[in-house]
């Protein structure tokens, strides 16, 4: 079986977030930048799977070269290679339209993906690779069985909790529940040690037009100061929720 | 072209965030000057759509409708209608359906929608950004656009008006997926849809004191949640588990006890139109973020806050 996992290279969730003083760009100055918490729960299931079934596993990244320390990251936690397109993330038809052509020239039976970025939040890539392959997908999964083509799956679907099957070749967009987060692999030194050596292949874009354009980024307007209430004056808090807040 | 909304909905009932959804196909529509026509999939009632500006519903019942595929679904919208812009509901259905909708269509899709649009030509709208840490607004490189609607974030708006329902058959290529089981995870209300949320974190101390967390959400029709390390420590579901690895919100009041707001769980609370923070460190950072606090034991805060509003609706 061959496993594509796409990663994405987001800030790391401490992270505050600023913009160029424009605003018309994201400013990158002193984030650190880590493997998108939701496709890590992804790329430890595809090493699991590794394990139990034999099968290859290949880092996707879209992006330039600063891109390249969470694939090397990767690898360290076990996948076979990496492969990155050099080209602009754009907006999720560009980055979609890249992963559907890597899909369809490596003929990869399991793409797992986050379910969704820490960064753009748009949460739709994975099914718009799925519609570029016409491969089988599942979105928000919490737990992932294959065997052989057959594959048993559990998805969260707004409010309840789906056991559904189907057969690869398949994208998987995954959560916490495809592996626990006590589970996810810590890169060791043999592994970044092993890392260093494995293929990291830099691919060109295909043509792909995005179909956003950025007018600008703003931060959401900032709360005024907090009405402290007194644990001892509760029928002041009860006003403000019935009035203010409109609770009851 | 007309205005096309999609109707989620959940064991043939409409699901609250579609009201939201023809809400703001409606003002779509308006601004356009274009029709609006509601799609509906195994739904048994929907006559309540009328309430907000639905006036040209069609229902599909279909068999394959029945375990939700985004591509069968996407199929079938297609099959029934089409449209110029395509409004749905930012959940695990709704964006998945709108990605396959954007790839068949060649459209625009723009997801996690906050507001109406500034300028229907080009299409230009804000969205949510680096998990509510941001806000950017974008313009749509063509006509064709599909927009996924973060819930709570426009309001369903009624609107006069009756209208016309009627029944379609869907053309699809055929549903691969087989549901096998489903078992529900929300409580009584759906965390994502919901107006209010109550939720609680370590300050509680254990799984055996959600009871008075329970209480709160019962006494004013709230949906319970919580704290990624409550979640991690295993005292309550994951499903519950609210912030930037969890599910973000954007109820109109959000209730934090015993959470001290770490930047994580404030990127997924930070829509709130209200926060009440109940937290006995009074420099726990989510004051900073809150409309309304109370620094004080949450033992004795919570119980007395649950009279008082007993009281208050008697």
Redesign the interface.
Known sequence: MKILVCISSV?D??S??N?TTDGKE?DKNGIQFIIN??DEFSLTKAIFLQASAGATVTVLGVGDASIEPVLRKALAIGANDAIRVNGTAID??FV?AQIAKVVKEGAYDLVLTG?ES???????????V???T?Y?????C?GLEVDGTNV?AD?????????????LPAVVAGQ??IVE?KDLKIPNMRGIMQARSKPLNVVEPTDA????????????VA??A??????DN??E??T???E????? | MSIIAFVDSYQKKIKKSAFEVVSYAKNIADQSGKGLKVVAFNVDDVSELEKYGATDIIKVNDAQLDAFSAKTYAEALLSVTEGSIYVLSHSNMGSSIGAFLSIKKQATLITNVLSIPSSMSPFTVKRKSFSGKGIMEVTAATDQIVVTVMPNSFGAQEAAGTGSISEASATTSGNTITVNSIAETSGKVSLKEADIVVSGGRGLKGPENWGMVEELADLLGAATACSKPVADIGWRPHSEHVGQTGIALAPNLYIAIGISGAIQHLAGVNASKKILVINNDPEAPFFKAADYGVCGDAFEVVPALIEKIKAAKA
């Open positions: 800030p969730t401490t505050k977030i913009f994201f918490p939701m999720s038809n979609a379910k820490l960064d753009y939040n748009g949460g739709v890539i994975p099914a718009m799925a519609a570029h016409d089988n997908f599942i979105n928000a919490v048993t998805r969260d679907l707004d409010g309840s909790r789906e056991s559904v099957s189907f057969t916490k529940g987060e037009s995005a179909s956003l354009t950025v007018v600008g980024y703003e931060k959401p709360k005024s907090v009405k402290m209430v007194s644990p509760l029928d808090l009860v403000l929720l019935r203010d807040a409109q609770a009851f």
